[in-house]
T-cell receptor, first 113, second 116 residues
Framework: DTGVSQNPRHKITKRGQNVTFRCDPISEHNRLYWYRQTLGQGPEFLTYFQNEAQLEKSRLLSDRFSAERPKGSFSTLEIQRTEQGDSAMYLC???????????FGSGTRLTVV | AQTVTQSQPEMSVQEAETVTLSCTYDTSESNYYLFWYKQPPSRQMILVIRQEAYKQQNATENRFSVNFQKAAKSFSLKISDSQLGDTAMYFCAFIPFQGGSEKLVFGKGMKLTVNP
């Protein structure tokens, strides 16, 4: 069990560029979650998967955000046409069932300049 | 609306003291799951303790325990014998389990500093 791995750890991008983040969950976990955390706030739900199926997506998420989990293992989160307001820590978590609690990764910090 | 309120943004305690972190939540669901997570500086979020709403007995994990008051929708965390390593942001969170959703709803967090 190597934990939840997120790459890259940091990403600086220019406004308008597209970015993609990767999350590798704990191998036994079939649920995978994406959250966004801004300074001084608690994490905000973006979306979650059970195996390869995307079960729920936040209504706050604009069409510029998309997530995939093609083979039910790793997941990618893509942000198109980044804006300064997208600057945040993007957290990935996995679980064998959410009600048992999530295991979080260390996050990807995005800075849009 | 499913919300979590942590009214104390920041607290500090002396090493070895006991501290209580408060949390209230709002939901119309009858069965849900409550959590406290700890986020040390520049480190990943860690699950501290978990409580199932249908269980009346308060959860305990070593030095950490909760006071769950379902009618009051209150879920406080007590840390006994505080240690320097307890310094972190603490987030109260819950899964309303509305329609089977496993979405975790977080409060804004509380910064705890344990002083030597």
């Amino acid at each position: 069990d190597t934990g939840v791995s997120q790459n890259p750890r940091h990403k600086i991008t220019k406004r308008g560029q597209n970015v993609t983040f990767r999350c590798d969950p704990i191998s036994e976990h079939n649920r995978l979650y994406w959250y966004r955390q801004t300074l001084g706030q608690g994490p905000e739900f973006l979306t979650y998967f059970q195996n390869e199926a995307q079960l729920e997506k936040s209504r706050l998420l604009s069409d510029r955000f998309s997530a995939e989990r093609p083979k039910g293992s790793f997941s990618t989160l893509e942000i198109q046409r980044t804006e300064q307001g997208d600057s945040a820590m993007y957290l990935c978590a996995s679980s064998r069932g959410g009600t048992y609690g999530y295991t979080f990764g260390s996050g990807t910090r995005l800075t849009v300049v | 609306a499913q919300t979590v309120t942590q009214s104390q943004p920041e607290m500090s305690v002396q090493e070895a003291e006991t501290v209580t972190l408060s949390c209230t939540y709002d939901t119309s669901e009858s069965n849900y799951y409550l959590f406290w997570y700890k986020q040390p500086p520049s480190r990943q979020m860690i699950l501290v303790i978990r409580q199932e709403a249908y269980k009346q007995q308060n959860a305990t994990e070593n030095r950490f325990s909760v006071n769950f008051q379902k009618a009051a929708k209150s879920f406080s965390l007590k840390i006994s014998d505080s240690q320097l390593g307890d310094t972190a942001m603490y987030f109260c969170a819950f899964i309303p389990f509305q329609g089977g959703s496993e979405k975790l709803v977080f409060g804004k967090g509380m910064k705890l500093t344990v002083n030597p």
